[in-house]
C-alpha cells in the first residue's frame, strides 16, 4: 500500500482514510478505519463515472443487491453512498493476497486438494452472488483473494453498474474500455451476447486451470488482443496439467454452450472439501497469517513533507481490489492508465517450486518447512537449469530398452548355435520377454505414481543392468528364460517413469513441444536404431558381449538419474489399485501370449480363443473399474476424454504398422536385397533420420502453433503414403526402391508421435501422469503384439495391412483428436479505442 498523498482526502464518510491500496476500474481504493477500528476498503467512483445519472441509478441498485450477498466466501458490502458528491462503497477488508500474485510471484500452481477447495468455495461465491440477482462479469485471479481460512471473491456486482455506460460511444472512446478481462472472459462475453449466470461459471473453469496449472486458458497473447479471443470464442481449451481429479468439472465449465455447464449449486456438490485438513500447506498458512497480522496493524507513518511523487507505483498484492479491471498492477494517479487490455499474465511451470506441478512434498500443518518464495527478481524462480540434460538421460534409458529387446533379437542364431537349444525352446525364450513387459507396464506406472517417477526409473534401470549381466553370463535356456523375462519386467518400470518425467518436466508449451520432439524420435524411431547398433554389435563382437553391452549404457543412465534428474513425487493420495493390476496386467499378459502364440498354434484353437477372448474381458473389466473406481491406478479421463482415447487408439495402431515396416523391411533387405543382418540394420538408419527430423525439427516446432489433430493426421498420412510406396518392391533395389519409400515413411512417423503422445499424456495432473504413462506405452506395447503376430511373411502383403491400419489411425485421429491450435481470426471481432 502507498502513503496518501495532498490531493487525497483525509475521511470518507465515517470512515479515516490511512492508506492508499491501489486502483481499480471504478475508481480510487483507500484502506480506511472506523471510529471502533475496523479496517475496511474503500472505494472511491472516478469523477467522470459520477457525472452520469444512470450510473448513479445502476450503482445504488448494485451496491443494494451486493448487500444482499454476504461475507462467507466474499467481501461483504458493509457501508455505501451512491447519492454523495462522489459515490463511494465500503467492504469488508481482507489482508491477504490476490490468487495472481500467489501463483504467479509467491508460491507457483496451487496443489490437487487446494484447487479442490478453491473450486468449492469459489462455487458457493458464485452461487450467493447469483442468488443476490447479480452477475460477477469479472471472475479472475486478481479478484480472489487467498487467506488463512479460504479464499474469497471481490469486486462482485459493481462492474454491471457501469455495463450500459460502456455502450455508449463516446465514455468507450475516452476509456478504451474493455468489459472484463480477456484471458478470464466467456465465449459470450467475448461476442458480446447477453450474460447469464453461466458466464460466471466459465469464468470459474479458467481460474482452476490457472491455479492448478499456473497458465493462462488459452495461452500467451502475444498474438494480440483479437486473436486471442477468437480462441477463447473458437477453440477447446488445452487442459494440460489440470488435476485428474478436476478434469472433468473443469471441463464442464469450460462447455463452449452455456446451457451444458454445471450451476455453482452443482460444482459445490462435486468439490465438497476434506473438513479434517488445511485448504493450503500449514508454511504457506504461516506466511499468510503473519501477513495478515503486518497489514491489520498497519499505521500510517508521518506525512512526508517531500514534493509529490510523479512517477508510477505499483501496490502490492495485498488486496486484489487494488489492480485495474484489465488486471494490471495499480498505478498513482498521476500518470495515465496502462492500457485496458493487460489480462493477467501466466506463471511458467517450475518443478523446483514450492508447489505446482510436480509440486514436491508438501508441508504438513504446523511444519516450520520454508515455503520457496520468488526469484531474485521477485518474479517467479527459473525453470530447473539441468532439466534439458535430464532429458537425454531419459532418452538414453529409453533407448536402453529398446536395445535390451533388439540385442536378443539380433543375437538369436548365435545364441541357438552356442547353447545348443532346439528352435522350439527359443519361442518361449522371445515370448517371455514381451509378455512380462506388457504386462507390467501398467504396475510400472501406478508405481510411478506411488513411490516417485525418478525411482521407479532408478530401479528399473538397476534390474536391467542386473537382468543383463545374467543374459550375457547364462548358460543355459532355463537361466536366460529367467533373465529375459527380468529384463522385460523392469523395462516395463523403466518405461512409463520415463514418459512420466518428459510429460511433468516440460509444460511451457515451446519447451513442451522440443521435449516430446526428443521422446518421439526414441519411441518411433529407436527400434530401428537398436537394430542397426545391434546388428553391428554382433558382427563385431560376442553375442554374449553384445548382451553385456547393456550393463555401461544403464551405469551410465544411473549417474546421470542421480546427478541430474529433479524430479519431486507430487502429493498423492493414492493407494495401490490390486484390482487394477489384476485386471490390467492379467488381461495384457494374456492378450499378449495368445498374439504371440497365435501364428504357431492357429488362430482357431481352443487356447487362442481362450487367451484371446479373456483377454478383452479382462481390458473391459479394467477399464470399467479405473472409471467407476474414486482411486484409479489410470485416471478415468484418459478413457473418458474423446482426444486421449483417440490419441491411444492412434498411437496402438501406429505402433503395430511401425513395428510390421521394421519387421518386413528386415527380411526385404536380407532376403532380397542380400544384405547380412548387421547391414541391414544400418541401411534402415535413413529412415531413424527422417523420424528424427520429423519429430525434433517439424512437429516439435509446430506443436505450440498447429491444432494436434492436424500435425497427427499429416504424420499418419505420410507414414501411409511411405508405406504403399513400399508394397511395390519386387526386386532388390535399394536406393530408388526401398529409400524413398523408408524416408517418407520414416518422416510422417516422426511428425504424427509428437502430438500423440502429447495429447495422450496431456489433461492431467502430475498425481496421475504416472499412471497416464503406463496406458501410453501399454497402447504402444499392444499394437507392438499386433504387428508381430500379423506378420504374414510376405512383405508386400504385410505393408498393405501396415498401410490399412494406419489409414484407421487417420481416421481415429481426425474424428476424436480435437483441434486446440491457436488460429488467427479471419476479421476482428471486438474493436477497441486506445
Given at each position: 500500500m502507498d502513503q496518501l498523498i495532498a490531493e487525497d482526502p483525509h475521511s470518507i464518510g465515517p470512515y479515516r482514510l490511512i492508506a492508499r491500496l491501489g486502483e481499480g476500474g471504478m475508481g480510487l481504493v483507500y484502506l480506511g478505519r472506523s471510529e471502533g477500528g475496523r479496517t475496511v476498503a474503500v472505494k472511491v467512483v472516478q469523477a467522470e463515472y459520477a457525472g452520469h445519472p444512470e450510473f448513479r441509478r445502476r450503482f445504488a441498485r448494485e451496491v443494494a443487491a451486493a448487500r444482499r450477498v454476504g461475507g462467507s466466501c466474499t467481501a461483504a458490502v458493509l457501508d455505501a453512498d451512491p447519492g454523495a458528491a462522489v459515490p463511494w462503497v465500503a467492504t469488508q477488508y481482507i489482508p491477504g493476497p490476490d490468487l495472481h500474485a500467489v501463483v504467479a510471484r509467491q508460491f507457483g500452481p496451487l496443489p490437487e486438494y487446494s484447487v479442490h477447495t478453491l473450486a468449492n468455495r469459489l462455487a458457493l461465491a458464485l452461487r450467493a452472488v447469483h442468488e443476490a440477482g447479480l452477475i460477477h462479469r469479472d471472475l479472475k485471479p486478481s479478484n480472489v483473494l487467498v487467506t488463512v481460512d479460504g479464499p474469497r471473491v471481490i469486486d462482485f456486482g459493481i462492474a454491471r453498474a457501469m455495463d450500459s455506460l460502456a455502450e455508449e460511444h463516446s465514455l468507450h472512446t475516452r476509456t478504451g474500455m474493455l468489459i472484463g478481462s480477456p484471458g478470464f472472459m466467456s465465449p459470450e462475453q467475448v461476442r458480446g451476447l447477453e450474460l447469464t449466470p453461466a458466464s460466471d461459471v466459465f469464468c470459474l473453469g479458467a481460474v482452476l486451470v490457472y491455479a492448478a496449472t499456473g497458465?493462462?486458458?488459452?495461452?500467451?497473447?502475444?498474438?494480440?488482443?483479437?486473436?486471442?479471443?477468437?480462441?477463447?470464442?473458437?477453440?477447446?481449451?488445452?487442459?494440460?496439467?489440470?488435476?485428474?481429479?478436476?478434469?472433468?468439472?473443469?471441463?464442464?465449465?469450460?462447455?463452449?454452450?452455456?446451457?451444458?455447464?454445471?450451476?455453482?449449486?452443482?460444482?459445490?456438490?462435486?468439490?465438497?472439501?476434506?473438513?479434517?485438513?488445511?485448504?493450503?500447506?500449514?508454511?504457506?498458512?504461516?506466511?499468510?497469517?503473519?501477513?495478515?497480522?503486518?497489514?491489520?496493524?498497519?499505521?500510517?507513518p508521518a506525512p512526508a513533507q517531500a514534493p509529490l511523487q510523479t512517477t508510477p507505483q505499483t501496490t502490492p498484492q495485498a488486496h486484489a481490489g487494488e489492480r485495474d479491471r484489465d488486471g494490471a498492477p495499480a498505478r498513482d494517479r498521476s500518470v495515465p492508465l496502462p492500457p485496458a487490455y493487460a489480462p493477467t499474465a501466466p506463471a511458467p511451470f517450475d518443478p523446483s517450486r514450492g508447489f505446482g506441478p510436480p509440486p514436491g512434498p508438501l508441508p504438513a500443518?504446523?511444519?516450520?518447512?520454508?515455503?520457496?518464495?520468488?526469484?531474485?527478481?521477485?518474479?517467479?524462480?527459473?525453470?530447473?537449469?539441468?532439466?534439458?540434460?535430464?532429458?537425454?538421460?531419459?532418452?538414453?534409458?529409453?533407448?536402453?530398452?529398446?536395445?535390451?529387446?533388439?540385442?536378443?533379437?539380433?543375437?538369436?542364431?548365435?545364441?541357438?548355435?552356442?547353447?545348443?537349444?532346439?528352435?522350439?525352446?527359443?519361442?518361449?525364450?522371445?515370448?517371455?520377454?514381451?509378455?512380462?513387459?506388457?504386462?507390467?507396464?501398467?504396475?510400472?506406472?501406478?508405481?510411478?505414481?506411488?513411490?516417485?517417477?525418478?525411482?521407479?526409473?532408478?530401479?528399473?534401470?538397476?534390474?536391467?543392468?542386473?537382468?543383463?549381466?545374467?543374459?550375457?553370463?547364462?548358460?543355459?535356456?532355463?537361466?536366460?528364460?529367467?533373465?529375459?523375462?527380468?529384463?522385460?519386467?523392469?523395462?516395463?518400470?523403466?518405461?512409463?517413469?520415463?514418459?512420466?518425467?518428459?510429460?511433468?518436466?516440460?509444460?511451457?508449451?515451446?519447451?513442451?513441444?522440443?521435449?516430446?520432439?526428443?521422446?518421439?524420435?526414441?519411441?518411433?524411431?529407436?527400434?530401428?536404431?537398436?537394430?542397426?547398433?545391434?546388428?553391428?554389435?554382433?558382427?563385431?563382437?560376442?553375442?554374449?558381449?553384445?548382451?553385456?553391452?547393456?550393463?555401461?549404457?544403464?551405469?551410465?543412465?544411473?549417474?546421470?538419474?542421480?546427478?541430474?534428474?529433479?524430479?519431486?513425487?507430487?502429493?498423492?493420495?493414492?493407494?495401490?489399485?490390486?484390482?487394477?493390476?489384476?485386471?490390467?496386467?492379467?488381461?495384457?499378459?494374456?492378450?499378449?501370449?495368445?498374439?504371440?502364440?497365435?501364428?504357431?498354434?492357429?488362430?482357431?484353437?481352443?487356447?487362442?480363443?481362450?487367451?484371446?477372448?479373456?483377454?478383452?474381458?479382462?481390458?473391459?473389466?479394467?477399464?470399467?473399474?479405473?472409471?467407476?473406481?474414486?482411486?484409479?491406478?489410470?485416471?478415468?479421463?484418459?478413457?473418458?476424454?474423446?482426444?486421449?482415447?483417440?490419441?491411444?487408439?492412434?498411437?496402438?495402431?501406429?505402433?503395430?504398422?511401425?513395428?510390421?515396416?521394421?519387421?518386413?523391411?528386415?527380411?526385404?533387405?536380407?532376403?532380397?536385397?542380400?544384405?547380412?543382418?548387421?547391414?541391414?540394420?544400418?541401411?534402415?538408419?535413413?529412415?531413424?533420420?527422417?523420424?528424427?527430423?520429423?519429430?525434433?525439427?517439424?512437429?516439435?516446432?509446430?506443436?505450440?502453433?498447429?491444432?494436434?489433430?492436424?500435425?497427427?493426421?499429416?504424420?499418419?498420412?505420410?507414414?501411409?503414403?511411405?508405406?504403399?510406396?513400399?508394397?511395390?518392391?519386387?526386386?532388390?533395389?535399394?536406393?530408388?526402391?526401398?529409400?524413398?519409400?523408408?524416408?517418407?515413411?520414416?518422416?510422417?512417423?516422426?511428425?504424427?508421435?509428437?502430438?500423440?503422445?502429447?495429447?495422450?499424456?496431456g489433461g492431467g495432473g502430475p498425481e496421475r501422469s504416472g499412471g497416464a504413462a503406463g496406458a501410453v506405452t501399454t497402447a504402444q506395447e499392444v499394437g507392438t503384439a499386433f504387428g508381430a503376430a500379423l506378420l504374414v511373411g510376405h512383405t508386400a502383403v504385410t505393408l498393405w495391412w501396415a498401410a490399412g491400419a494406419v489409414i484407421v489411425a487417420v481416421l481415429i485421429a481426425a474424428l476424436t483428436i480435437r483441434t486446440g491450435a491457436p488460429r488467427r481470426p479471419a476479421a476482428p471481432l471486438l474493436a477497441t479505442d486506445g
Open positions: 497458465r493462462l486458458l488459452f495461452g500467451a497473447t502475444d498474438t494480440g488482443l483479437n486473436a486471442h479471443l477468437f480462441r477463447v470464442a473458437e477453440d477447446e481449451a488445452d487442459l494440460t496439467g489440470v488435476p485428474d481429479a478436476l478434469l472433468d468439472l473443469v471441463r464442464d465449465c469450460l462447455h463452449k454452450d452455456p446451457a451444458r455447464r454445471p450451476t455453482p449449486a452443482e460444482v459445490a456438490r462435486r468439490t465438497t472439501p476434506d473438513q479434517a485438513e488445511e485448504w493450503l500447506p500449514g508454511a504457506v498458512l504461516a506466511q499468510l497469517g503473519r501477513h495478515a497480522a503486518r497489514l491489520l496493524d498497519y499505521a500510517p500443518a504446523g511444519s516450520a518447512t520454508p515455503v520457496p518464495g520468488p526469484g531474485p527478481d521477485g518474479g517467479p524462480q527459473p525453470p530447473h537449469p539441468r532439466r534439458w540434460w535430464g532429458l537425454a538421460v531419459i532418452a538414453l534409458a529409453q533407448l536402453l530398452v529398446l536395445m535390451q529387446a533388439a540385442n536378443f533379437t539380433m543375437a538369436i542364431p548365435a545364441v541357438q548355435a552356442d547353447l545348443h537349444l532346439s528352435y522350439g525352446s527359443l519361442g518361449p525364450m522371445v515370448d517371455a520377454y514381451y509378455i512380462a513387459f506388457g504386462a507390467v507396464l501398467l504396475i510400472g506406472g501406478h508405481l510411478a505414481d506411488l513411490v516417485g517417477r525418478k525411482q521407479t526409473l532408478v530401479i528399473g534401470l538397476f534390474g536391467c543392468a542386473a537382468a543383463a549381466a545374467l543374459a550375457g553370463s547364462a548358460g543355459d535356456s532355463g537361466t536366460l528364460t529367467a533373465a529375459r523375462v527380468l529384463q522385460g519386467a523392469f523395462g516395463a518400470l523403466l518405461t512409463p517413469a520415463a514418459l512420466a518425467l518428459v510429460a511433468d518436466g516440460f509444460t511451457d508449451p515451446r519447451e513442451r513441444g522440443r521435449a516430446f520432439g526428443v521422446y518421439a524420435a526414441i519411441a518411433g524411431g529407436g527400434t530401428a536404431f537398436a537394430l542397426a547398433v545391434s546388428g553391428w554389435l554382433l558382427g563385431t563382437l560376442a553375442w554374449r558381449v553384445s548382451l553385456y553391452a547393456v550393463v555401461p549404457l544403464a551405469v551410465i543412465a544411473l549417474i546421470g538419474a542421480f546427478t541430474l534428474l529433479d524430479d519431486r513425487p507430487a502429493r498423492t493420495r493414492g493407494r495401490f489399485d490390486p484390482l487394477g493390476v489384476l485386471l490390467g496386467s492379467g488381461g495384457v499378459a494374456a492378450l499378449t501370449y495368445g498374439l504371440s502364440s497365435a501364428p504357431s498354434r492357429g488362430w482357431a484353437t481352443p487356447l487362442t480363443l481362450i487367451l484371446l477372448g479373456g483377454s478383452v474381458l479382462l481390458l473391459v473389466g479394467f477399464v470399467t473399474w479405473q472409471i467407476a473406481s474414486a482411486d484409479p491406478m489410470v485416471a478415468s479421463s484418459v478413457f473418458r476424454d474423446p482426444s486421449r482415447l483417440g490419441s491411444l487408439l492412434s498411437l496402438s495402431l501406429a505402433a503395430a504398422a511401425t513395428f510390421t515396416l521394421y519387421l518386413a523391411l528386415s527380411t526385404y533387405l536380407q532376403a532380397v536385397c542380400g544384405f547380412p543382418p548387421q547391414t541391414a540394420g544400418l541401411a534402415m538408419l535413413p529412415m531413424v533420420g527422417a523420424t528424427v527430423i520429423g519429430s525434433t525439427q517439424v512437429s516439435a516446432r509446430l506443436l505450440r502453433r498447429t491444432a494436434p489433430r492436424v500435425l497427427t493426421v499429416v504424420g499418419l498420412v505420410l507414414t501411409a503414403v511411405g508405406l504403399l510406396l513400399l508394397t511395390g518392391l519386387e526386386d532388390g533395389s535399394y536406393a530408388s526402391g526401398a529409400l524413398p519409400g523408408m524416408v517418407l515413411a520414416g518422416l510422417g512417423i516422426g511428425i504424427a508421435f509428437v502430438p500423440v503422445l502429447a495429447t495422450a499424456t
